[in-house]
């Protein structure tokens, strides 16, 4: 019997909306932040090879993934404002300083980043669009559960995992989308996606270590199969090692020198899909409340029964 599991029912309706919600924020500012700094890495390509003519490039979705951040950040305060007592059950371990307001908190700062990135896009204000996008990162280093554990350093550690797996995800999105509008000519695609490749090579790299120190925080090694938190990382866990089987594939397929109109990949084309799929594993696990304890849980309590200095 699974121990631990979360400090909701499974059977609760919001746990999984909650979820849900949260996993479409994360993909919506994949999309958004990744499609921006993707658009950048074509642009960087063709710099580096004025010869080449292969077409116009796509614009960035940004303003679609703000739109989805922003519904998702919504459903996420909705949620929050009709259910607080099952929303405060939710954010275990609590986020210091907000306890259990920090659901409808985090969500309502969240949707006014979004709200202002979409209004800085729709101004062609691309540059500073970026801001309040990170500052949708910092809301959700803030709320994550490795800060309930070790507060400040927690976040810092979120920030270090989260911000490139959303680039990852969001810059190979922008890469496929480029790779099929210049699917005439082959060897920019190759090129384009190799270059992606090397970029995707050092954010994968990161993403693993912060991952694994987060998982190593998070859950005890006896608590991995007997949780259901480990139970559900160990699936994110299967996911992005079929990511990077994909990953490896879609390399092999670079030197087979493709036909032109033939496109990226399946493979690299299955890999966005299984990243996506990764992100919404990411926020069902936010509203599962990890085996281990604050480390700082006791200090908290004796402030929160002690009540404010005088």
Not at 219 to 234: K, Q
Request: glycine residues 10%; charged residues 10%; proline residues 7%.
């Amino acid at each position: 019997m699974l121990s631990g599991a979360a400090s909701a029912p499974f059977s609760a309706p919001a746990l999984w909306l909650t979820g849900l919600a949260r996993g479409l924020m994360l993909i919506g500012l994949a999309v958004a932040l990744g499609g921006l700094a993707g658009r950048g890495l074509a642009r960087q390509y063709l710099t580096r090879h004025p010869q080449e003519r292969p077409g116009p490039l796509p614009e960035p979705w940004a303003l679609r993934g703000c739109v989805l951040g922003l519904a998702a950040s919504a459903a996420l305060l909705v949620t929050a404002v009709l259910g607080p007592g099952i929303a405060a059950r939710l954010a275990q371990p609590p986020v210091t300083g907000l306890r259990s307001s920090a659901t409808g908190v985090i969500a309502a700062a969240e949707l006014a980043c979004f709200a202002l990135a979409a209004i800085l896009l729709r101004l062609r204000q691309t540059g500073w669009s970026m801001l309040p996008l990170a500052g949708v990162v910092v809301a959700e280093g803030i709320r994550s559960h490795p800060d309930g554990i070790i507060p400040v350093a927690g976040a810092l550690l979120t920030y270090c995992h989260l911000l490139p797996a959303l680039l990852w995800a969001g810059m190979l999105a922008y890469v496929l989308r480029a790779a099929v509008a210049w699917r005439s000519e082959p060897a920019a695609v190759t090129g384009l996606i190799r270059l992606y490749g090397n970029a995707a090579a050092w954010l994968f790299s990161v993403v693993m270590v912060t991952g694994i120190v987060q998982a190593l925080l998070l859950v005890p090694l006896g608590s991995v199969l007997t949780t259901a938190y480990g139970l559900f990382l160990v699936a994110k866990a299967a996911v992005v090692a079929v990511v990077a089987g994909l990953a490896i594939a879609g390399r092999v397929w670079l030197r087979r020198h493709p036909r032109p109109g033939a496109g990226p990949a399946l493979a690299t084309r299955l890999e966005v899909v299984a990243l996506a799929v990764v992100l919404i594993i990411t926020g069902i696990l936010t509203v599962i409340t990890p085996p281990a304890r604050p480390i700082f849980s006791s200090a908290a309590a004796v402030r929160e029964h002690a009540g404010p200095a005088s």
